[in-house]
């Protein structure tokens, strides 16, 4: 990713569970993972966390779309410094 710290990133989504709403409406939560990477001044710093994804989603012209994403981090496993990054 391109920012003031060059972060690498990998995310994995699984399992949805979607539920319908109404015809053209649903809901879809999905398990997630991500590891986030970047170097420092003294090495190298990580950030694991496991969250859960929802995504409202609508049916427009047969298609369906994702209308906002919100996601919750359960769990959050990462070297001393990374608020710090957040914070930066």
């Given at each position: 990713?391109?920012?003031?710290?060059?972060?690498?990133?990998?995310?994995?989504?699984?399992t949805p569970e979607i539920t319908l709403i109404s015809p053209t409406t649903a809901k879809g939560v999905w398990a997630m993972?991500?590891?986030?990477?970047?170097?420092?001044?003294?090495?190298?710093?990580?950030?694991?966390?496991?969250?859960?994804?929802t995504k409202p989603t609508s049916k427009i012209g047969g298609n369906w779309f994702i209308q906002s994403r919100v996601l919750t981090r359960l769990r959050v496993d990462s070297t001393p410094d990374f608020q710090s990054y957040l914070d930066a």
């Open positions: 990713m391109d920012g003031k710290v060059k972060l690498t990133t990998v995310h994995h989504a699984h993972e991500d590891l986030l990477w970047w170097r420092t001044a003294t090495g190298r710093s990580i950030c694991m966390a496991g969250a859960i994804i």
